[in-house]
Structure formats: structure tokens, C-alpha cells
């Protein structure tokens, strides 16, 4: 690659150098549970003390875990009765003034962290009060809380974070801003490169295969795996928190036909608008196919206005890829900055699941498909990806990674535009081996911790579900999680069980993330080797 060929340092080395780097930061930087200036925080409580009119103070002592603080004082007449006598009562926002004051801080907090459980005294006319103060989900609560924090929010170190995660989100939107031009020239310049369109079917169908297969792969060794660790018996879930994401209300029925409506835009320009993959991808095979059927002049004509305009994307792309290093950095100095770290030991067994079955799919049947299918080495061709797969762990977005990816697969592995601009870009959207595991395996995580063994019949349903919820699921960050909750709908748990596991789903987002964009290169490879077609391509 030409930016190579400038610093002398390859460019998957400057990543890992960059991806080592911010985590390092990013723990060293660890704002931890607290970290609102102590200053702040009690000129913010004697401003409230004296808009109502007591001596209440606070004294934070510790924070881990969480639930939500709506569960508890769900009505103003509920917190009117929880508080001590002779206290203010409740403010305009439904809590009492000290209340507020404490939870603008926890506010803070769960922004980063995702939840928080705040135990601390509270001084009522001089005579503390122990009280736990416990809050979901940032997203949750109300909107004058967040402002609060936007203001208020304090601290170097949260700053250091919030900076990290603004460069890394510069660098997606860099990304993101060329995906969709890139997509349309790669897919048009592909296909229309086609001498006769038979060819183009034959792929078409091996790469759905191919996906069907991998995804039901990944799934059995998430199932195998899972119940071999069990992680779930005796895992001491919560009931009943109240951070239920969206996208519960979809059914399977529901998520199929919109898979096939996406497919035919009824306007191609509202797709390109607002970056509609899938219905992207089948018009430009149309357009594609259509330009090699009408051939002579016209097909001439836009074949090299199309090859033109896809020089121009991969040169932008290029450029844009030489600032993978810095994204990464950014990204896993917020990633590793902003995690709290004391959930990591309630769902250690979980993620060792997660972690395994990852292992175990993308370090050995993968290779074992790019061996004897593709009939590649996978270590070369692993090494090929190595930029891709990094910055889809750092940035955990496939959509994301994609104009990179698409990139390695040409660039450094060597396989032909016309196959990659297809499998791609389609896979990108609904061929995600990661998610479609992490799925299983999260799912009978918390079957197991409510109702210990899980039936076989259950587990297929799970299987079933999983593959539809991977195949719906978009290329963005957390995109899996939220559609676990048609496959908890589907065996009938809450989904509310959901809430214990958002703590660490970034870590694990970022694994899976890396597997789906592994399984889509593979794919690219294991095409190109079957791929007899050469012959076809116009020169
Ligand atoms: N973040 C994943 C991706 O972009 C999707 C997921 O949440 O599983 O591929």
C-alpha cells in the first residue's frame, strides 16, 4: 500500500501499535466511579439544600453495580413515603433536592459505565441516613439530568475520555461518509464487468451458502460451548432491572418481510439517503446487470464512467485508511477509559464463553473453510485482513469497517473487485457469524442462570432465532443486542435479563464485530477460490 511505502511501517503494525497503545491509556485514564471534584459537588448540594430549605448534605462513600432508581420511586407519592420525616419532599423533577444532586453525579457515571449503585449518608437535620441509590441506563432518565452532566461534567480524565471517544467518532464518520458512493461504484463497476450475467448468479448463490453454513457454524459451537461452561447456573441475575432496549417489538414473521421489502427500495434515491444497505445493494445489481445486458455504446459508456468514478473512491479510501492508526487509538482509549471494571467479575464466566466460542470459530474453522475450500494459507491471509479485523474491534461497527475491508480483501489478499464489491458489502449486512453466536450463547446464559438445564427443542429455537436476529442485526456498534430480544421472545424470557449483560457488551460487541468482518473476508476468499470465471471478465 502507497501510505506503507511512506512511513516504512506497515500499516496493521501501526494499528496494533495504536490499538495497544490506547488501552493502555485508556485504563491508566480510568475515571473509575467517581470523579466529579468534590468542590463541585458540595456547592451543587448547597445550592439545592437552599432551594429547599434543609440542612441536608450528602457523603458519597462507594458505587458498584446497578439497578434502577424508577423501580424504587416510581410515583412522587412512593418517594414522598421513602423519605425520612421532616424532609423537603419532592422537587419539580419528581425527587427530592438532595436526591438530585446525588443522582446528576450518578448520571455522570452511568454514562460510562452503564449502570451505578450509589450507597452514601445522608445528613437529615443532622442525624445521617444510610441510603442506596441505585439508577439504570443513562438513556433512561430525564433530559434535564443529562444536561446537567453536559454542563457540569467534570474531571480530566472524564474529559480525556470524552475527547478520545470524539476523534474515534471523526474517523467513523470519515468512514461512514464514503461507504455508501463506495458500495454503489464498487457494486456497478462489478457486476456490469461481467461478460455475461450466468457467472454472476452462480456467486450469488455460493455466497448465500456460504453464509448459511458459517452463521449455522458459529451458532453450534456458541451452543457446544455454552453448555460445556455452563456460566449461567448459580449466576446471581438481578430481576427484573429496568434497562429493556428497544426492538422487543418485533417478531420473526415481521423481521423476514422486512429483510424482503428492504430489498426492492420503491426509491432507490430515499436508499442511497439514508444508507439502506441491502436495498443499496440490489438495485445497483440491477442497474449492473442491466448495463451488460443493454451493452454496445451505452454499456461502454458508463462501465468506465463507473470504473472512473470507483478509482476515485478507492484513492479517498486510501487516504482515509491512513488514519486508522489514530481512530484506533481514540477508540480503545474511550472503550478501555469508559467500561467499569467491577462487572467484569459477576460475568467473568459469561464473557469466557463469549471469548471461547469466538476463539474457536474464528481461530479454527474459518481457517480450516480458507485452507481446504479457499485452499489459502489462513495465516497469510489472516495477516492480509490484519487492519481490517483491527479496526473492527476497536471501532465494533462492520458498516464501519467496511471501505477497509474491502480494501485488504483487494489490496493485500489479492481477490478480484467483482467478488468483493459483491460478498462485501452483503455480508456486511447479513452475514454476522459473531453476533449470530454471542446471540446464542448470551441468550442460553441467562436461560440458564432462571431455569438451570435448557431443553434441546429450546435450544434449536434459539439456534433458529439467533441466525434470523444476525441476519437483521445492522453493522453498527451494540446492533446484536439490541435484537437478543427476538430471540428471549422466543423462549420466553424477560427482557429485562438483558439489563445485567449492557455492561459488558462493548468489550464483547468488539470481538464479535472482528469475527463478522473475519467470516466476511473468508467468504470473499473461499468465492474467489471457487470462482472459474476469470474468463468472463471484460479487460
Ligand atoms: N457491532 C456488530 C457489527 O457491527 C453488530 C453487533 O452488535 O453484533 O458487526
Redesign the pocket.
Known sequence: MSDEKQTGMPLHFRILIALVIGTVVGIAINPGAINLPDEQIAAELEIQANESGTDQTVDIKESTGFESIRRRFQSREKLNAALPQGSAGVTASGFPASMIAVTERAVHIVEAAGSITIDYTRKHNGQPVATTLKVGAASELPEHWREFHSKHGGGTKRMLSAVAKYGGDLFLRLLKMITVPLIVTSLITGVAGLNNTSSFGAMFSRTLIYYGITSMLAITTGLLIVNLVQPGIGADLPGGTEAVLAGGEQTLSGILLGLIDNMIPTNPLLALVDSNFLSIITFSIIFGVFIVRTGGETARVLREFFQATFDVMMRLTMAIISLAPLGVFCFMVYATSSQGLAIFGTLAWYMLAVFLALAVHAGITLPLIVKFVAKRSPVEFARAMSPALMTAFST????GTLPLTMTCVEERANVPNRISSFVLPLGATIN?D??AL?EAVAVLFIAQAYHGDVSIASQIVVAITALLASVG?A???????VMMAIVLQAVNLPLEAQGIIIAVDRVL?MC??SV?VWSDSCGCAVIAGMDNSASDVVE
Open positions: 465494533a461497527s462492520s458498516n454476522m459473531g453476533t454471542y442485526a453493522g453498527i456498534p451494540h446492533a446484536g443486542l460487541d464479535r464485530t463478522n
